[in-house]
């Protein structure tokens, strides 16, 4: 059986021709194949349509039929009137519209139609008021138990048209569509062959046919996704000789001693599973998952100096500088007291130091290391690398981290998030990385009081409470989304304007303002993206060393600083933020013995930005805070940033599609753990994963 009438170019398919490839080749429609794996967004189902004599007065119904006239006039009172008559089988509904003489284009004699809307009773006839139109070609009257597919489209296609192409497509390449799951494990597993979702999926005669196509399909997608990771995973289990860092009984009291709490039962837990890993002898690639606050430096430390016991080089990597100065600082706090020898690298050193450095970590002198994975990975040459540690990556997906993985030796890599992500989210971009969950925190913590400050008057409040605050000793985060202030209007608090044109303050305005009225007499500092990075980290430093009351800033405090004596998080323009972000903002708070507050300021009225606020009022529970986000503004944006967020998935949705991934996940699994995907009835399907996702997951060849 040949593939080639998948493969050919679409204009030749019956009824394409060259205009309408070009209007394809904008949705990357290529060949007849590209046209197959087009699925519809929805079901369109017309079983719910009505012929005219059943038609019940103002409620939501959908009639079907042809235009069979057309006209506009005037009205008396000067409006523009365009009137259009449905034939439905011999039975006329008539449609009219108001002040847009543009329907006269857009509807054509001959047109089948569908009109849904609240029809009213009017000189004898059903009349539907500017009712939604959709076009249907002759034949979907007559199709498929009723039910339409709605297609994705692009500007100069119709929808009709996009279903005519695509019944072609079906009825002259479908069956030729080849299978690369093997008939007996796809009768196991309860799927439809290839061929038939793709055509059930454009063609289905009832809704449980669509659904069975368009779970194979799903399921297809995911599971080749998660048999690529699966892939990953075995080729660094396999390849990756790794040291060996036991632990001893004594290592383990030696360590503990250095921190003055005792651990929680959730970072117990999560050093077995990676004291496990580092005596294994195979390559650790784990994901240290928790809440703000719940104490992640803490195992990284431990893990760290277990590496160094066993006479290793360790090194912790962050995204910034200041976050890497931070654990630097609690580190070398740690072992005050002991002789590891221990290195930061920044861009702050002198050349001479830093040549210095790099010696010392290429002789193997220097046990542990403290950077920015920017530098690191660009200048540094260990010894014997045991393990590196890698900070607050929940913004790099699968395939940024492939490249880190890639370089070099093969030390154990412990990956931790600085916010709790999504589950469904979290097997796609973290699926190669075995899972820590740490979900308690330690003993004491306190929930912060966090509310929703709307209306000049709550403003005031707010800041009365917050000179309180600063003058009994605390200290005050203000963020602020934007640098610059928008330009409609000055910011005018506390008279305040009216809401419609509320400022928009930026964070440079704002901290004019607040140091000259609100918070005049205080100390209040600036820092935003747009500073000089020494200013700003100078700036940082000087409100950890409490030089500063007040630190009014963009979201560059957002990662993983700590200050215990701030107590006071103010989120202006609150709603300008995802959920997940606002909970991270607010982790900076909460940090020490005194209560903390949260403060979202926001003038918002939107249904969903009032929702992300009342869910941050109501839950201190990053999980569940979380899943919200998800459910609510979808993968790119939870992770921060779109391009990086970006999955290469063709079908699924990850919010909609979550149980079909467990599903896959674990199918995934079995197979290639079982070693049964190495058996030749399997070829095809291992050539699918390697063509989709050999390179980006950089797998090996041979599987
Ligand atoms: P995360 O990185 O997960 O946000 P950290 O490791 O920075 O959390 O810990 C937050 C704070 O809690 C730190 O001040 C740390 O010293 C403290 N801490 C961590 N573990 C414990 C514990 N088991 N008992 C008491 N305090 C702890
Ligand atoms: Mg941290």
Avoid at 204 to 220: S, W
Avoid at 237 to 253: E, F, G, Q, V
């Amino acid at each position: 059986m040949s593939d080639a009438p998948l493969s050919r170019p679409v204009q030749f398919l019956k009824g394409v021709g060259p205009a309408r490839a070009e209007l394809l080749a904008r949705l990357e429609i290529h060949s007849v194949g590209d046209l197959l794996w087009h699925l519809p967004r929805e079901l369109l189902d017309l079983s719910s349509v009505v012929p005219p004599r059943a038609l019940q007065e103002k409620e939501e119904q959908t009639v079907r039929g042809v235009v069979v006239d057309l006209d506009a006039k005037e009205t008396h009172r000067g409006k523009s009137l365009v009137a259009a008559l449905l034939d439905c089988d011999g039975e006329y509904v008539r449609g009219v519209w108001f002040n847009q003489p543009w329907m006269l284009k857009r509807l054509r004699l001959g047109d089948w139609m569908l009109w849904s809307g609240k029809p009213r009773r009017h000189q004898g006839r059903w009349e539907f008021a500017h009712p939604r139109l959709q076009w249907i070609d002759e034949e979907d009257r007559v199709s498929h138990g009723g039910l339409l597919p709605q297609y994705p489209l692009t500007e100069g296609l119709r929808m009709e048209e996009m279903r005519r192409m695509i019944r072609h497509a079906v009825d002259e390449a479908a069956d030729l569509v080849p299978d690369h799951l093997p008939a007996s494990y796809r009768e196991e597993r309860g799927l439809l062959p290839l061929s038939a979702a793709i055509r059930q999926v454009h063609l289905p005669a009832h809704r449980a046919e669509y659904d069975a196509a368009r779970k194979r399909l799903l399921f297809d997608d995911l599971f080749e996704f998660q048999l690529g990771l699966a892939l990953r995973r075995r080729a660094w289990k396999r390849d990756a000789a790794a040291p060996l860092l036991p632990l001893t009984a004594k290592i383990d009291a030696r360590i503990r001693r250095l921190f003055p709490f005792r651990f929680t039962a959730g970072q117990d837990a999560a050093l077995r599973d990676i004291a496990a890993d580092l005596a294994s002898g195979r390559a650790m690639h784990r994901l240290l998952q928790a809440d703000v606050g719940a104490g992640k430096t803490v195992i990284a430390i431990y893990a760290m100096l277990l590496c160094v016991a066993a006479g290793y080089q360790t090194v912790l990597m962050t995204p910034t500088e200041l976050l890497a100065v931070q654990h630097w600082e609690t580190i070398d706090a740690v072992l005050r007291h002991s002789r590891v020898s221990r290195a930061l690298l920044t861009g702050s050193l002198t050349s001479a130091q830093r040549r210095r450095t790099l010696e010392q970590i290429a002789a193997g002198e220097m046990q542990l290391v403290v950077g920015t994975q920017a530098l690191i990975q660009s200048d540094v040459r260990f010894a014997r690398l045991g393990l590196a540690v890698i900070d607050e990556q929940h913004k790099f997906g699968v395939a940024q981290r492939a490249t880190f993985a890639a370089g070099g030796a093969s030390p154990h890599v412990l990956v931790m998030t600085a916010t709790p992500i999504p589950r469904s989210l979290c097997l796609t971009q973290f699926g190669d990385l075995d899972l820590t969950v740490v979900s308690d925190m330690p003993p004491g913590r306190q929930k912060i009081v966090t509310s929703r400050i709307t209306g000049a008057g709550a403003r005031q409040k707010m800041w009365e409470f917050v000179r309180r605050q600063l003058q009994s000793g605390r200290q005050a985060y203000v963020v602020c989304p934007r640098i610059e202030s928008s330009d409609r209007i000055n910011d005018q608090e506390p008279h305040a304007p009216p809401l419609a044109t509320l400022p928009e303050a930026g964070v440079i305005e704002a901290h004019q303002r607040l140091s000259r009225v609100e918070l005049q007499g205080f100390r209040v500092g600036l820092a935003h993206g747009q500073m000089d990075r020494e200013e700003r980290a100078r700036v940082m430093q000087q409100f950890r060393d409490g030089d500063l009351d007040v630190l009014v800033s963009t979201t560059v405090v957002e990662v993983g600083v700590d200050v215990p004596n701030a107590t006071l998080m103010i989120i202006r323009e609150a709603e300008r933020f995802g959920l997940s972000q606002l909970h991270q903002l607010r982790g900076r708070v909460g940090r020490g013995k005194h209560q903390a507050y949260c403060f979202l300021v926001s003038e918002a009225t939107d249904a969903d930005a009032v929702a992300r606020l009342a869910a941050m009022e109501r839950s201190s529970d990053g999980f569940e805070i979380a899943e919200q986000d998800f459910a609510l503004r979808g993968p790119g944006d939870v992770l921060g940033t779109r391009q990086h967020g970006q999955l290469p998935l063709r079908v699924a949705d990850l919010v909609r599609d979550a149980e079909v991934l467990e599903e896959a996940r674990a199918a995934a699994l079995a197979l290639v753990e079982s070693g049964r995907l190495d058996q030749p009835e399997f070829v095809p399907l291992k050539l699918r994963v390697l063509e989709r996702f050999g390179k980006l997951f950089d797998l090996p060849h041979s599987g």
